[in-house]
């Protein structure tokens, strides 16, 4: 199964398991008339946008070369990785928002066990969900998936925060259900602030690795003809890696030599290194 269809897929469960716990989540914010649950409610239909955005960026960056886009479609999932963050961001601001409002206005009541219940649920299950997403985004050596994985675990960390905070409202100190929300605004805006910074760094051609240049460097080296690696740029074009390496060869071998010794570096390189597209080899005299 190719990794868009393995992505998708594991998208779609995530989307269909995350229906269902807003549901709880909102049944117990309203019978339980918790602020901190109602919260963590509109966290986890955040959620379910976020997989769709997913799913949408898997399918348009895993597009094959065209006229119109000759290196390929990979900068997309940098650009999707971008509307989650911000989409996390906004989400954490007005959970923030409203917490604060009813801190200040004293809007606070005591919640319901269901609001308990639902908050422990969403914890036990965002956090299997966290780890489910992120095998599958590290197996496909996907950032947009990688990124919704961390709004599941910031989901499942906001849960434990709207516990806290319900149980000590449930306790007598009723306070604690807006600052739960608080807290929960903040973690969000976190991680969300992390991967918008992270797809920025993609989009802008950023320098690969240097344990990928270390090995391209390794690899060029051993090559049979190959004197010296001479220059070597590398930048990131979405989750791929771009190449290009000038190698000193002997200035006495014929052109039909060094070709081959280039080509020879150009085909270890791409074979041994997985994040790598395309490799670029051009030969120096020496």
């Not at 602020?35 to 509109?42: C, N, Q, S, Y």
């Not at 299997?128 to 947009?144: F, G, N, P, V």
């Amino acid at each position: 199964m190719d990794n868009v269809k393995v992505g998708t897929r594991a998208s779609w469960i995530s989307i269909g398991i995350n229906l269902v716990l807003s549901l709880l989540k909102l049944a117990g914010a309203i019978l339980g008339k918790s602020t901190a649950m109602l919260a963590d409610t509109v966290h986890s239909l955040a959620d379910i946008v976020t997989t769709l955005v997913v799913i949408i960026g898997l399918k348009i960056s895993n597009k094959d070369a065209d006229e119109n886009h000759p290196y390929g479609h990979e900068k997309f999932e940098s650009i999707f990785t971008k509307i989650i963050s911000l989409l996390l961001i906004f989400t954490g601001v007005s959970i923030g928002y409203k917490g604060v409002v009813d801190s200040i206005r004293g809007n606070l009541s005591s919640p319901g066990k269901i609001a308990l219940i639902a908050a422990a649920t969403s914890i036990i299950v965002k956090e299997c969900l966290y780890w489910y997403t992120l095998m599958i985004a590290r197996k496909i050596k996907s950032t947009s998936m990688e990124a919704d994985a961390w709004h599941h675990r910031s989901d499942a960390i906001s849960s434990i925060a709207t516990f806290i905070g319900i149980l000590g409202a449930r306790m007598g100190f009723k306070i604690l259900d807006p600052i739960a929300a608080i807290l929960v605004c903040i973690i969000i805006v976190k991680v969300g602030v992390e991967y918008y910074l992270k797809a920025v760094k993609e989009l802008v051609d950023h320098t690969a690795s240097n344990d990928i240049i270390d090995r391209i460097k390794e690899l060029s080296s051993d090559i049979e003809g190959v004197i010296k690696v001479n220059s070597l740029k590398t930048r990131i074009f979405g989750n791929k890696v771009y190449a290009d390496v000038g190698i000193c060869v002997d200035k006495n071998i014929s052109i039909e030599e060094g070709h081959k010794i280039a080509e020879t570096v150009h085909t270890t390189i791409e074979n041994n290194i997985e994040n790598i597209k395309h490799c670029s080899v051009y030969i120096i005299p020496n």
